[in-house]
């Protein structure tokens, strides 16, 4: 019997995606013998609400001093991350001198916008190189796991914070309560928690199934969050909405009744129960919604490969590697996978091994169509590959359906 890792109750798988690599073990051929595989399984806990991987492989396995994930690869992200640090700054940072921590600075593309607030700022980081970028800019930078233990260390050092920030880390980390019990004592009485992570009723919509990985230990929801921290004194004050990484939420937190809650959380409560996020059912149509989505995909592919057409994958995203394995994606089906990325760029993919290239070789010789991996950044991508359009290139989607996009 396996229990939920936030309320201890008995949960049950409802998709098994078999043997994974890791999202963002991108590795050379002489690796591959030894590559890293767990069992990828999901399971709902119907008690709490907490959607969930039943295994996951070891922190230091996931993140080290070769970390794939560069924040700042994405002029949008940085946009968006100076809107979000804009917001923390005119709406929350109320005291004088306030403190600001952010969990999984990566290279510090949010908080580089506090260091030219002058704002006092600490990130934590345990990825080294990525780590290392950051402090390059100036931003102070601790390259440790962020758990309760740390938290006591930063209070001695340099007090309570006015806001913790997250963006993409709260739902990966599988010892989560040393998390929250860490935030609740280094949070100021007056502070704020705001944190942001692929939601959970967007998945399901979107049937972005891709979201699940290896790190991605938890798919949020308002209703599981809620009921986490208030374990531990706090509650949930506003939602707020996201259309970063293909639909997420962020939560605006404080300790219990210091702050005013607004009509939001409760509307987007309303919008889960709708949505029936807390029903058994809703996570096995989920999953056979995926099964239908993967089988579209490979007849597509099939079919391209039969018609002698050249199809290469556009953005190697650690979501990717859900996608190329769960389907059974090959390189003769998808020749390479473009990418801007000078870490990933001569490795191959994870599990499925295809080539990784860099954005030049897309450039060079347009295929005939490019299958979008990096869905999230469409927008983006879509207005800096107007030439492959006009050139008679095509574009393959798969979320929220598998398409070719006319
Ligand atoms: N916030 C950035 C990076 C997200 S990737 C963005 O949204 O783009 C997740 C990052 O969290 C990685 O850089 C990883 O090294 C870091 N991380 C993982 N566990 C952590 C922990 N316990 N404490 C602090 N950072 C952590
Ligand atoms: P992203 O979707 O942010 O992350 P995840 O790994 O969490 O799924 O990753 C985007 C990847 O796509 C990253 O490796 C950089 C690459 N990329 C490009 O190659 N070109 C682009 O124009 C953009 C926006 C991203």
């Not at 402090?135 to 050092?157: H, M, Q, S, W």
């Not at 989920?286 to 002698?308: T, V």
């Not at 599990?351 to 299958?371: N, T």
Request: net charge negative.
């Amino acid at each position: 019997m396996i229990n939920c890792l936030i309320c201890n109750s008995p949960i049950e798988p409802f998709i098994d995606f078999g043997s994974m690599p890791l999202g963002n073990g991108f590795l050379l051929p002489e690796q591959f013998n030894e590559e890293y595989r767990f069992p990828m399984q999901v399971s709902f806990c119907p008690a709490c609400g907490m959607v969930q991987l039943l295994d996951q492989p070891d922190r230091e396995q996931m993140f080290h001093e070769n970390y794939a994930f560069f924040s700042g690869t994405s002029r949008y992200m940085a946009q968006h991350f100076k809107e979000f640090a804009d917001h923390v700054i005119a709406d929350y940072l109320t005291d004088d001198d306030p403190f600001v921590v952010e969990m999984g600075s990566n290279d510090g593309i949010m908080l580089q916008n506090f260091v030219t607030a002058g704002i006092r700022h600490l990130g934590i980081e345990p990825s080294k190189n990525v780590a290392q970028v950051a402090i390059d800019k100036g931003i102070t930078t601790v390259t440790e796991f962020f758990d309760a233990p740390l938290a006591r260390r930063i209070i001695t050092e340099y007090g309570q914070a006015d806001a913790f920030l997250a963006a993409n880390v709260m739902c990966h980390i599988p010892y989560i309560h040393s998390i929250v019990e860490g935030i609740s004592i280094l949070l100021k009485p007056g502070g704020v928690v705001m944190f942001e992570d692929p939601y959970l009723g967007d998945v399901i919509e979107k049937i972005s199934y891709d979201q699940i990985y290896d790190e991605h230990t938890f798919l949020f929801s308002v209703a599981s969050i809620g009921h986490l921290f208030e374990r531990y004194g706090m509650e949930i004050i506003d939602v707020e909405p996201q259309g970063t990484h293909g639909g997420s939420m962020r939560y605006v937190i404080a300790h219990k009744g210091t702050r005013a809650v607004s009509a939001n959380v409760a509307a987007q409560r309303d919008i889960e129960y709708r949505l029936g996020l807390h029903l058994t059912e809703t996570y096995d149509k989920f999953r056979r919604n995926c099964e239908n989505s993967r089988d579209q995909l490979m007849k597509l592919l099939c079919e391209l490969r039969a018609q002698g057409k050249r199809v290469v994958g556009y953005g190697a995203t650690s979501k990717s590697t859900t996608i190329t394995n769960y389907c059974g994606i090959t390189p003769d089906l998808v020749e390479f996978i473009s990418d801007t990325t000078p870490i990933k760029q001569g490795k191959f993919s994870p599990g499925a091994h295809i080539p990784v290239r860099p954005y030049e070789s897309f450039v060079q010789d347009y295929p005939d169509y490019a299958l979008l991996f990096a869905w999230n950044h469409k927008r983006e991508i879509m207005k800096k590959e107007e030439a492959f359009r006009a050139a008679g290139g095509k574009w393959i989607v798969y979320v929220p359906q598998v398409e070719i996009l006319d």
